[in-house]
């Protein structure tokens, strides 16, 4: 049985009208379950009736009791938040694009951008969770193509201006004209 000052805490909230503006649906059985114990049953039948644990039941009154109706939405998760800060964003950015720039021949891996995220920014990420950030961040971390060190960028230029008009090499795309 809830002590008094716990229902006394109850007792302002229209739990039902909370209930059924919630969209979040974690949140509103949360709610359900404040509504049917501010009506005066155990948290046991509040668990029986929502089909959880009591003790799901139990948390759910504690954390009302430590910080209202707000936090209801549950705990905030360390994994699910993003590590690296919006404002450093572009800058994450540039550094990636200067990494290939640096870069003799290959591409850019995703341990390289793992280390450069620890080294230059100071946050740890796992291999999935930088393919993660590029994705999040619209950047393909493949696309960089390998450019050979051996390379002469001269002759690749003289080598596409002597291509036939209208061979597929030359012609451009109708959706870019």
Known sequence: MLSQQIIDQLQPYDFDRLARKEPDGRR????????????????SEVGAALRVSRHAVMRWVQWFTAGGVARLAGMPHDWSTQRLAKAQEEAFR?????????????????EDIRQLLDRQFGVAYSLNGVYDLMKRLGMV?????????????????????????????????????
């Open 94 to 110: 540039q550094a990636v694009e200067q990494l290939q720039c640096e870069r003799g021949g290959g591409r850019v891996r995703g």
């Open 28 to 43: 509103r059985l949360r709610l359900i379950a404040l509504a049917h114990l501010k009506e005066g049953k155990s948290c």
């Open 141 to 177: 971390w493949i696309s960089a193509r390998a450019v050979s060190p051996s390379a002469d960028p001269v002759a690749q230029a003289e080598f596409k201006k002597k291509l036939r008009p209208g061979s597929r090499g030359n012609a451009a795309p109708e959706h870019c004209a």
